[in-house]
């Protein structure tokens, strides 16, 4: 599995993520910058440039025909995939964290730092496709249409479940919680990881019933979206910055490492640098692919399950295009489950 | 339940409920008033009722049982009588000193004074304080006795049917007793949280697992680890047992401070810093102020001079009848058990000592009726003497061995375990003390005279040297040149040293193999012998484990044909920041583990076969300790032993059916599992499936709601039909020169 290496950021990654074909990636930094790339070849196919800060998050709407990104400058941005142009801005008072788009690309979500006396938010944005022949992009509604305040605890990253029928968001404090996307009601709230280790990333499987967690506690949990049962239970052994399901296989990938700031007075090995592999159903850890200098932040997996991108804190997006043992492994009861 | 000491038992510790309570009624009722004075007096009862003029004498009689443990005259004992003129078979005595009181009832309580009278002997304020009016009750009340409890085996993990061994694991909060199950995970005896407050510690045989709490030591044991013995020294900071496991010294920096109330701890424990406890009772047999090796000066209450203690502070013989303690520079004491008296009354002066130990085993020495235990000692050179080694009979306090050294700076002496040699490493400097050399001074105790061998030829310091267990070879590492200031760690070379083959009788020691460019600084032996693992301990660089055998089956090496021994290297393991490596009480595992307590990058243990072939490793967040349960000696003669190692074949044939039909069962339990799992996920997947169709129904949404809501206007993902990449490749001619050559 030789990997395809990105390098057009200058500073650490703090996201990545395929179209829904899977023929795009798409990477934000802590440099300002958006990038696109061709997935296939690691080709750039451009970038978008305007952000005045570090931007945090990027999501791509599910026909590929608008970007949206978060940013320490306070503002969500909507790009013109294509064009590149950036068709519309929001203002916010806080910086935005992450950015999702609904299943059906009607809605966009944001979630909002608290700082300076503003609470964590989540902010709902209707979204507008023009006319269809990708004209008339810029016309978006001005205001949020719904606004969630989390007043325990700030959420940190949140999403939309099947049918956009719940966000589910995960907090600070190690809670996920399911909110009504029409009313902003809280419907439930689940501890799923240890009591005050963050929770760092949040990402649904292709359908969008179940998702999976990575938390600072060392652990990533896949959870039901409809009442946040926990199904399984990875543990790792060291802090998870993300994690990605598998389509096709039963995989999931956990990225993470030593937190940055306690890098420097540890050695390379000492790390841990590396994507880790665990059977979905099964829960054994079953191969690792080392290669980042620096803790992953970001994981996605491309929508057919082909390949699986990361983004590193040492500024690098790895793409790496699955093999055929990749594909071959099985257990010998999923084989048998096969058979039948 | 979480088995803090403070939920030990009530009656011990409740004084610090009391000093919540006003009970200043009762303290002035009760309050036992110390007087000056009292102290030399006791109470001597059981003495034969004599009339008056036959006092005389029997004063006279008794003063020559008195005065054998202190001091004291006619004068000072009175004797009353009563109305008829008879005495009332008591006497008050008094002594020069309340030391030599309290020897009095120590040592002549309960002493015959002749056939029919036998002495009992109590200070007065004793008597004051527990005999006074109201005290005793008139009429005898025979105690009650306590049901019969059967208490647990304290040997029970021996009976394991696969003859497994047990650990203790230190872990975070949490100590552990775990059944080791080869490359299977541990299975859990008990763990509990809290369990200790220091460390843990296991006593020699493995009876006892001690845990170590502000309050005092705990003993715990038997199949469910329950509370056996506890020890209340306060603060206590080390613990050692006794070999036999009948007695345990306990140490703390801090002088103890007996407060009234306490039931086990009398005065004479006020200030001292040592204990020397009986296990069966429970009760001190004696305490001592501890001697610090080099005590620096008396700093502020709160930053304390590092002292460096001496430990272990007491000694053993190895059949426990003496303990002795040195007291650096003058003299070593040697105390008779358990009475704990000194041996004849004086400590041995020797002027100068500076280390000692006992021969861990009784010696059956060639040429001696009776065999007594042995003790070997030495001292540098004072003035224009020699420095010496000498061996010590204990209890004739007979030398049986003395030698003379010259132009040493250390001595390190190392007794093999059976005591059938001593290795004195001997420092040695030039005469311009710039250089440094070892000699290995080895005594042959069973033979003869005890002579002495000397192996020298070593260059280099060495920094450690170990005996095979029961056997007699060795290995020792020495020093190399040290790059000054380098970050490098110096290199060392290890030797292994083995008899010539001589026949019956163990010839001169001989070099097998050096090996160089060595990192090693720790050797371990297995505690069957044979096999070693040499390692790099606490090293930030390196961190290998050489595992030896030391009779390898193979083609013997032709430099070495005529040694008992034949070296072969089994299997290099390396351990990331190893700290600590412990063979199991069989020899058959290696543990090598990193500690918290040293360094807190990846700790955890690893186990391995004895052949170092790694059985599983175990990451373990803030891991402390790992401790082996030792075993007790085989109860198996020598001729049993030898049945059992001819049959082993038999034997392992078993074993071996035993392994595969374990590891068959263990497949089959995974395998039922993973069935299960899978078909609960299918099932569930199954489920939220059909929730979601139902779902999208009653929204009224088509089957393809969440692609892409206005795909059709926009661009439509091409998915269904897999992925096809379209690659172009563009060539751009930059330059094209043509050239005519010829």
Redesign the interface.
């Known amino acids: 599995m030789r990997p395809i290496l990105l390098s057009g950021h200058e500073r650490s990654l703090t996201q990545i993520k395929f179209n829904k074909d899977g023929d795009l990636l798409f990477s934000t930094s802590k440099d300002k910058v958006v990038c696109a790339w061709w997935s296939a070849n690691g080709e750039r196919l451009g970038t978008y440039s305007g952000h005045q800060g570090a931007v945090w998050t990027v999501d791509v709407s599910p026909n590929t025909v608008l970007l949206a990104t978060g940013s320490a400058d306070n503002t969500v941005r909507l790009w013109n995939i294509k064009t590149g142009e950036c068709v519309k801005t929001w203002d916010f008072p806080t910086a935005v964290k992450r950015v999702a788009f609904s299943p059906d690309g009607s809605k966009l979500l944001a979630v909002t730092e608290k700082r300076m006396g503003f609470l964590g938010a989540i902010a709902v944005l209707d979204i507008a496709y023009g006319d269809g022949e990708l004209n008339n992009l810029n016309v978006q509604a001005e205001e949020p249409s719904l606004r969630i305040t989390c007043n325990e605890s700030k959420a940190t990253v949140a999403g939309w479940s099947y049918l956009g029928k719940y966000i589910i968001a995960a907090h600070e404090d190690g809670s996920v919680s399911q909110y009504d996307p029409k009313t902003g009601d809280q419907l439930e709230n689940v501890q799923a990881h240890e009591f005050d280790s963050q929770i760092n990333d949040l990402q649904f499987s292709p359908d969008h019933t179940y998702f999976i967690t990575a938390s600072k506690d060392k652990s990533a949990k896949l959870m039901s979206a409809s009442n946040l049962a926990i199904l399984k239970t990875y543990v790792a052994d060291t802090p998870l910055n993300s994690a990605s399901i598998t389509p096709k296989k039963d995989y999931v990938i956990l990225g993470g490492g030593q937190a940055a700031m306690d890098v420097t007075t540890t050695s390379a090995r000492q790390g841990k640098f590396e994507a880790r592999f665990y059977h979905k159903i099964f829960e054994d850890e079953i191969g690792r692919v080392r290669g980042h200098f620096g803790p992953l932040n970001t994981i996605d997996v491309h929508p057919a399950g082909t390949a699986y991108a990361s983004g590193g804190e040492d500024g690098y997006v790895r793409i790496h295009h699955f093999d055929k043992p990749y594909f071959d492994f099985m257990y010998e009861v999923e084989r048998e489950q096969l058979r039948k | 339940m979480a088995p803090s000491f403070d939920t030990l038992t009530e009656q011990d510790f409740h004084e610090e409920e009391e000093e919540e309570i006003d009970f200043s009624d009762l303290k002035e009722q009760y309050e036992v008033k110390l007087e000056e004075g009292l102290d030399t007096f006791v109470v001597i009862d059981g003495l034969p009722v004599v009339p008056e003029d036959s006092r005389q004498k029997l004063v006279k009689f008794l003063l020559r049982k008195l005065n054998t443990v202190g001091r004291t005259s006619e004068d000072a004992v009175f004797m009353p009588l009563n109305d008829k003129g008879m005495s009332e078979g008591f006497a008050f005595v008094e002594y020069e000193t309340p030391e030599q009181a309290l020897a009095a009832v120590k040592q002549l309580h309960g002493v015959p004074l002749d056939k029919k009278h036998t002495l009992a002997v109590n200070k007065l304020m004793d008597i004051e304080r527990y005999g006074r009016e109201g005290r005793i009750e008139e009429e005898y009340h025979a105690p009650e006795l306590e049901p019969f409890k059967e208490k647990e085996h304290l040997r029970s993990w021996m009976a394991d049917s696969n003859a497994r061994d047990q650990f203790a694991l230190y872990r975070n909060d949490k100590v552990g007793v775990f059944w080791n199950n080869k490359s299977n995970p541990p299975e859990n005896v008990v763990d509990r949280a809290h369990w200790t407050q220091l460390f843990v510690q296991w006593s020699p045989k493995g009876t006892f697992l001690a845990s170590v709490h502000p309050q005092g030591v705990q003993l715990w044991g038997g199949a469910s680890f329950s509370k056996q013995k506890q020890f209340p020294h306060p603060f206590v900071q080390l613990v050692e047992f006794s070999p036999l496991e009948g007695y345990l010294t306990t140490w703390s920096s801090r002088p103890i401070q007996v407060e009234e109330g306490q039931p086990i701890l009398t005065f004479e424990e006020d200030g001292k810093n040592i204990i020397v406890w009986d296990i069966e009772s429970g009760k001190p047999l004696r305490s001592f102020v501890s001697h610090d090796l080099a005590a620096g000066p008396a700093g502020e209450d709160d930053v304390q001079p590092k002292k460096k203690v001496q430990w272990p502070a007491f000694k053993w013989s190895a059949d426990e009848k003496y303990v002795a303690r040195m007291h650096q520079g003058q003299s070593i004491s040697i105390y008779e058990v358990p009475n704990m008296n000194l041996l004849g009354r004086t400590s041995v002066k020797v002027e100068g000592v500076n280390d000692f130990e006992w021969s861990p085993a009784t010696v059956t020495r060639d040429g001696i009726k009776q065999y007594e235990q042995l003790l070997c000692f030495w001292t540098p050179e004072i003035g224009s003497n020699p420095a010496r080694v000498a061996m010590m009979s204990v209890p004739s306090k007979e030398i049986v061995r003395t030698r003379n050294l010259f132009n040493v700076s250390d001595v390190k002496l190392h007794w093999q375990s059976q005591g059938a040699y001593v290795c004195v490493k001997v420092d040695r400097h030039s005469k311009s003390k710039k250089s440094m050399a070892t000699n290995l001074e080895i005594f042959r105790v069973r033979e003869k005279g005890v002579p002495v061998e000397v192996v020298d030829s070593l260059k280099d310091t060495v920094i450690n040297f170990s005996w095979e267990p029961n056997g007699s070879r060795f290995v020792l590492i020495a020093n190399g040149e040290a790059p000054t200031g380098a970050a490098v760690l110096p290199k060392t070379t290890v030797s292994f040293f083995a008899p010539e083959k001589k026949g019956n009788t163990i010839g001169n020691f001989k070099l097998i193999r050096t090996v160089e460019k060595k990192t090693s600084n720790g050797i371990y032996w297995s505690p069957k012998g044979r096999f070693v693992v040499v390692a790099t301990v606490h090293s930030q660089s390196n961190f290998d484990l050489d595992f030896w055998d030391m009779d390898f089956e193979g083609e013997k090496n032709e430099a070495e044909k005529d040694v008992a021994a034949n070296l072969q290297l089994m299997k290099t393991v390396e351990h ?1 920041g190893v700290t600590d490596i412990e063979w199991d009480p069989t020899g058959r595992y290696v543990v090598s583990s990193a500690s918290v307590w040293t360094h807190s ?2 700790n955890g243990w690893n186990l391995h076969t004895f052949a170092g072939n790694t059985l599983s490793e175990n ?1 373990t967040e803030k891991f402390k300790q790992f401790l082996w349960r030792p075993r007790p000696p085989t109860l198996l003669s020598k001729e049993e032993q030898k049945q059992v190692r001819k049959n082993l074949r038999e034997y392992s044939k078993e074993f071996d059916e035993e392994d595969r039909y374990a590891v068959d069962i263990a497949n089959t339990a995974v ?1 039922e599992q ?2 299960r ?2 078909s609960e ?2 099932a ?2 199954r489920r ?2 059909e ?2 169709a139902e ?2 129904e009653a ?1 009224g ?1 088509p089957e393809d ?7 059709k ?3 439509v ?3 269904q039909e ?2 096809t ?1 379209v ?1 172009e490749i563009v060539e751009e001619i930059i330059e094209e020169t043509e050239e005519v050559i010829g």
């Open positions: 990331y990058m990846e990451p395998v993973r069935k799992v899978l996920w299918l569930w997947l939220e499936k929730i979601m779902e999208r929204f949404l709601a969440d692609s892409s809501k206005l795909a206007d926009a661009r993902g091409n998915q897999g992925d990449v690659e």
